[in-house]
T-cell receptor, first 116, second 113 residues
Framework: GAVVSQHPSWVICKSGTSVKIECRSLDFQATTMFWYRQFPKQSLMLMATSNEGSKATYEQGVEKDKFLINHASLTLSTLTVTSAHPEDSSFYIC????????????FGSGTQLSVL | AQSVTQLGSHVSVSEGALVLLRCNYS??????LFWYVQYPNQGLQLLLK??????LVKGINGFEAEFKKSETSFHLTKPSAHMSDAAEYFC???????????FGQGTELSVKP
């Protein structure tokens, strides 16, 4: 079955540094990828939708300059948390849509970000 | 360890018929459970969530789900399907003390006229 690889699964960083999270579709081309954020014991919040080769569409309230999304190829999207602060600590999940016509959605395993 | 299993990767109903999407969970502690929906060309949306209050949870668009501890189930229902309900539905459970979401495999709902 289709697999979405998300890396790293866990990262700790100092306040003020930037962190990059990768989301790869391993055996299919993902025309669309979604980035979500989840606070502990709460539901997912959609942050942005990215389509290969174009700028990401951010949800209301999500800072574009803080959460940089790049979807440069059909198998890779990255989320960079710039100048991270403790309030950015969260669980980030990506999902990718299979562009082969079945439009099924597959999830990465998530990245737990802790900012000290 | 917490996990969820969605029975049936594809469900097809006629417009106006009952919608029943099945979800069973395994959890060593009282779980937080969620149903999400993904409409075509959109991201996930939260339909409803169970957080140990009322066992019957009402969500958006006429959907509801009942938490049954004895059956470890959290099935999603809607009395009368609309064409606009055609989408993929995901059941999810909060995992562990860290609160990470674990998703089921998804069930695609088709609605026939």
């Amino acid at each position: 079955g289709a697999v979405v690889s998300q890396h790293p699964s866990w990262v700790i960083c100092k306040s003020g540094t930037s962190v990059k999270i990768e989301c790869r579709s391993l055996d299919f081309q993902a025309t669309t990828m979604f980035w979500y954020r989840q606070f502990p014991k709460q539901s997912l919040m959609l942050m942005a939708t990215s389509n290969e080769g174009s700028k990401a569409t951010y949800e209301q309230g999500v800072e574009k300059d803080k959460f940089l999304i790049n979807h440069a190829s059909l198998t890779l999207s990255t989320l960079t948390v710039t100048s991270a602060h403790p309030e950015d600590s969260s669980f980030y999940i990506c999902s990718a849509r299979d562009g082969r016509g079945n439009e099924k959605l597959f999830f990465g395993s998530g990245t737990q970000l802790s900012v000290l | 360890a917490q996990s969820v299993t969605q029975l049936g990767s594809h469900v097809s109903v006629s417009e106006g018929a009952l919608v029943l999407l099945r979800c069973n969970y395994s959890s060593s502690v009282p779980p937080y459970l969620f149903w999400y929906v993904q409409y075509p060309n959109q991201g996930l949306q939260l339909l409803l969530k169970y957080t140990s209050a009322a066992t019957l949870v009402k969500g958006i668009n006429g959907f509801e789900a009942e938490f049954k501890k004895s059956e470890t189930s959290f099935h999603l229902t809607k009395p009368s399907a609309h064409m606009s309900d055609a989408a993929e539905y995901f059941c999810a459970v909060i995992k562990g003390g860290g609160g990470k979401l674990i998703f089921g495999q998804g069930t695609e709902l088709s609605v026939k006229p």
